[in-house]
Nanobody
Framework: QVQLTESGGDVVQAGASLRLTCDFSEQSYTVGWFRQAPGKEREFVAAHRFSTGATYYADSVKGRFTISRDTAKNSVYLQLNSLQPEDTAIYYC????????????????WGQGTQVTVSS
């Protein structure tokens, strides 16, 4: 059983930055970030593959968000820059050992989420 805890969500204005943190209990998993906006389905945001260090991003956040990992702390970070109102959502981190990291159904373990609200 992998335990994950997100933190760092906040209410910010458009153009601001935030750093989300995902603390997790097992090191050897790929960790992904997903988000769910009000009235929408949960969508893939970014992932960091444990075995290779490769990173993956949704097109909508590429160039604005950066995922990174601190193996000493069992933490994965999501740096959110140039935030826009459409980035408002609950952000979840999750763990998987699957090859396809953008598929929500491949993730067996999930955190409770952290709210990011961006005002215009």
């Amino acid at each position: 059983q992998v335990q994950l805890t997100e933190s760092g969500g906040d209410v910010v204005q458009a153009g601001a930055s935030l750093r989300l943190t995902c603390d997790f209990s097992e090191q050897s998993y790929t960790v992904g970030w997903f988000r769910q906006a009000p009235g929408k389905e949960r969508e893939f945001v970014a992932a960091h593959r444990f075995s290779t260090g490769a990173t993956y991003y949704a097109d909508s956040v590429k160039g604005r968000f950066t995922i990174s990992r601190d193996t000493a702390k069992n933490s994965v970070y999501l740096q959110l820059n140039s935030l826009q109102p459409e980035d408002t959502a609950i952000y979840y981190c999750a763990a998987t050992r699957a090859f396809i990291v953008s598929r929500e159904s491949n993730y067996a373990y999930w955190g409770q989420g952290t709210q990011v609200t961006v005002s215009s």
